[in-house]
């Protein structure tokens, strides 16, 4: 089993930014692409950015230029970094990731999820 465990929402004003964190712990011989998602009430689940191993990433159109995607392979740990955020992007931000338990067994985990709210 693996916990993914979400870190750094909370509430910020319109232009300010936010760090988010996600710490991977368990079972894990790798993580192979980590992901930010994040949902709005009312709304469906969507994909914020995604980051693979080698470091390959990839951004909502809504979110380019402004947030980040990083990981430390060594912490199985990774980072949204989030500036100029817009009331749009309140949510639940919700972490994903692809963990080899063993070199057969790749499973899809998420986290629990942390609120963002950017105030106007």
């Known amino acids: 089993q693996v916990q993914l465990v979400e870190s750094g929402g909370g509430l910020v004003q319109t232009g300010g930014s936010l760090r988010l964190s996600c710490a991977a712990s368990g079972s894990i011989i790798s993580i192979e692409t980590m992901g930010w998602y994040r949902q709005a009430p009312g709304k469906q689940r969507e994909l914020v950015a995604t980051i693979t191993k080698g470091g390959r990433t990839n951004f909502a159109d809504s979110v380019k230029g402004r947030f980040t995607i990083s990981r430390d392979n060594a912490k199985n740990t990774g980072y949204l970094q989030m500036n100029g955020l817009k009331p749009e992007d309140t949510a639940v931000y919700y972490c994903?990731?692809?963990?080899?338990?063993?070199?057969?067994?790749?499973?899809?985990?998420w986290g629990q999820g942390t609120q963002v709210t950017v105030s106007s």
């Open positions: 994903n990731a692809n963990v080899y338990e063993s070199p057969s067994r790749l499973y899809n985990y």
